[in-house]
């Protein structure tokens, strides 16, 4: 059973554009929800993190939004740049393991 | 550089090969872990060693067999494994367990076919 489920697989976004990605979880012992980026070649590196106990966690144009009781969290990323596509990864932990979405593909269109 | 490093990158093993991955990290981490990347499927995790000490084994096949000698140094020894385990491989590593919610630290992965 997937644990985390994120949507949507890919997004184009155009340049200057706000990119938005989704995820979803079940499980209420998760207590912190990391966001990773991986860009071709190379392995996921954390973007931000944030805690059930904030709604937004806000790093330059990269923004975690989050909702406790809908069990939902999304990534915003503020004026998009061709530099930003890669592939977003969603992650939630319980104290013992991290459980990761399957991944959003980004292009930012110039 | 991520601190993390994985030899080799690429692999390709037919099915009655026995090779190994290697992963050293040079951020005097204390904890490792072994994730299987596939396609269009959420990142696996397969093993977790805390202090040298497997503290995780996600129900893993004994085709696939791990070794931490210290610290630094994740092994994966690999025989007799299926096409079906043709994925890319992660090593990872962080200062503390997944309690402490530490950041973890990616290598860039082993691209492994099995054919």
């Known amino acids: 059973q997937q644990q985390v489920k994120q949507s949507p697989q890919s997004l184009i976004v155009q340049k200057g554009g706000i990119s938005i990605i989704n995820c979803a979880y079940e499980?209420?012992?998760?207590?912190?929800f990391p966001w990773y980026q991986q860009f071709p070649g190379k392995g996921p590196a954390l973007l931000i993190a944030?805690?059930?106990?904030?709604s937004e966690k806000k790093e330059g144009r990269f923004t975690i939004s989050f909702n406790k009781s809908a069990k939902q969290f999304s990534l915003h990323i503020m004026d998009s740049q061709p530099g930003d596509s890669a592939t977003y990864f969603c992650a939630a932990s319980d104290g013992n393991q991290f459980y990761f979405g399957t991944g959003t593909s980004l292009t930012v269109i110039p | 550089e991520t601190g993390v490093t994985q030899t080799p990158r690429h692999l390709v093993m037919g099915m009655t090969n026995k090779k190994s991955l290697k992963c050293e990290q040079h951020l005097g981490h204390n904890a490792m872990y072994w994730y299987k990347q596939s396609a269009k499927k959420p990142l696996e995790l397969m093993f977790v060693?805390?202090?040298?000490?497997?503290?995780e084994n996600n129900s893993v096949p004994s085709r696939f067999s791990p070794e931490c000698p210290n610290s630094s140094h994740l092994f994966l020894h690999l025989h007799t494994l299926q096409p079906e385990d043709s994925a890319l491989y992660l090593c990872a590593s962080s200062q503390g367990r997944p309690r402490d919610s530490y950041e973890q630290y990616f290598g860039p992965g082993t691209r492994l076919t099995v054919t």
């Open positions: 060693y805390n202090f040298k000490e497997q503290t």
């Open positions: 944030i805690r059930p106990d904030v």
């Open positions: 499980n209420t012992a998760f207590d912190y």
